[in-house]
């Protein structure tokens, strides 16, 4: 049986070769970083011996702000030199305009257009007793308005990172790349960032007692319960996630970005005001009991609700 790796949850004391080898993703920058660990005075044959210098000499104070700057380096041309940074970047650019035309084009709009949903429609499409002309007009719509709906949601989500790394740079340390299940460390420990489009029909039915029909009044409620109660947001989201994500090896730390009306996406300068407000050094400690395929499974994970 093969060993499985994994990138390490907190690095402030120590790191492995395997959480290196991802957090400082080609030869270049490993050599780089290990050379300002030995002021300059060491030499590094290959990446290999560079990888063990930085896990002798390892000083995450050096590596967050080495992997800021690299983070954040522009190249001759005026692009940056990781695509990460430059999305982000873009994200918060155009983010709001693009919210507003489709708000514009979409008014009706609603927390339907999942994959799994956007399937379902397309599926009732066909069914229709309409000729296939008809079917196929209304198929482009729907692909469209998909195509629309990630797009938002993708910008919305690098905004999200954006604003958090803008906000906190003293206490985060990006990846210089895209690694699954880690988007940033926060005080060395690492979080995966979630947005959620709402607070989960799990939650709204356990702590407010009802999952349809839902109107303002119950978001607001369910809104007051969820910042009463911190914790309970992140466990519902938690525990009511994919069931192969419990099957993951990249199950991590959390910090959820909830929205309270399924309805209506936050605007920019809410996403920025809320995220600003969140104490950054006070993750919440949350255990949650989950049926795995009918094993009871105990998860401890950290978290912190931002909830709009």
């Not at 790394?165 to 960032?193: H, M, Q, S």
């Amino acid at each position: 049986m093969s060993l499985k790796k994994h990138i390490m949850k907190d690095i402030r004391s120590a790191v492995d070769e395997y959480t290196i080898d991802r957090l400082l993703p080609t030869a270049e920058v490993i050599h780089k970083f290990a050379q300002l660990l030995s002021g300059g005075t060491e030499q590094f044959p290959n990446k290999e011996k560079a990888i063990e210098f930085i896990i002798a000499s390892w000083d995450y104070s050096k590596f967050s702000e080495f992997v800021k700057a690299e983070f954040e380096t522009k190249l001759d041309d005026g692009k940056h030199k990781y695509k990460k940074y430059e999305e982000l970047d873009k994200a918060t650019a155009t983010y709001q305009s693009f919210l507003e035309k489709f708000n514009k084009k979409y008014p009706d709009s609603t927390n339907y257009m999942s994959g799994k949903n956007y399937e379902s429609k397309l599926n009732s499409i066909r069914r229709l007793d309409i000729t296939f002309e008809e079917k196929e007009r209304m198929i482009e719509e729907e692909t469209v308005r998909s195509l629309h709906t990630f797009e938002l949601n993708q910008l919305r989500n690098d905004s999200t990172e954006a604003i958090l790394y803008k906000a906190f740079k003293n206490n985060i340390t990006p990846t210089l790349k895209n690694i699954k299940g880690v988007d940033f460390y926060i005080n060395g420990v690492a979080f995966d960032v979630k947005n959620s489009r709402s607070l989960g029909l799990a939650f709204m039915k356990t702590h407010i007692g009802k999952d349809k029909n839902l109107d303002d009044s119950d978001y607001k409620k369910a809104k007051e319960f969820a910042i009463k109660h911190s914790g309970k947001l992140s466990e519902s989201l938690f525990s009511n996630q994919s069931l192969a994500r419990f099957s993951s090896d990249e199950l991590q730390n959390k910090l959820y970005i909830a929205s309270s009306n399924p309805n209506k996406y936050p605007s920019l300068a809410e996403l920025t005001s809320s995220i600003k407000h969140l104490n950054i050094n006070a993750p919440l400690k949350v255990k949650s009991s989950i049926d795995v395929l009918g094993n009871i499974e105990e998860y401890k994970f950290l978290s912190y609700e931002i909830i709009i």
